[in-house]
């Protein structure tokens, strides 16, 4: 099965409540209590699972993460244009509307 038909078939699960995963190379379903889980999907599941399992432990196995690097700036950065409403309104109005009046007493470690 290719890829993309894998990706359908997931989203096609997904869209009616079932999720599926891979655990101890072995396909799992969970499914939520109101999910309408056809027989039609159950086949399709079960002639597939080989090619299920390989396709969700690729992307298992893949590090997603960005890492995160420091950029040298020559200069100031520019402000975006909410930051420049803020500074306009608080040098317009003054910035009370962002200040909470109250005291609060946090504890922890």
């Known amino acids: 099965m290719k890829e993309k038909a894998i990706v359908e078939l ?7 409540g079932v999720t599926l995963f891979v655990e101890n190379d072995k396909l799992g379903i969970k499914k939520r209590k109101n999910s309408n889980l056809t027989d039609e999907l159950i086949t399709e599941l079960s ?6 399992i390989n396709f969700l432990n690729k992307f298992k196995t893949l590090d997603n993460t960005p890492s995160l690097r420091s950029v040298k700036r020559n200069g100031n950065i ?9 500074w306009f309104i ?6 009370l509307a962002y200040h909470i009046p109250q ?5 922890g470690y």
């Not at 005291?103 to 504890?107: A, E, F, N, R, W």
């Open 10 to 16: 997931l989203n096609d699960a997904k869209k009616i």
């Open 47 to 52: 002639d597939n699972k080989d090619s299920i």
């Open 78 to 86: 520019p402000l975006s244009f909410a930051q420049e409403r803020m």
């Open 90 to 95: 608080d040098k317009l109005e003054g910035s």
């Open 103 to 107: 005291v609060i007493k946090v504890s």
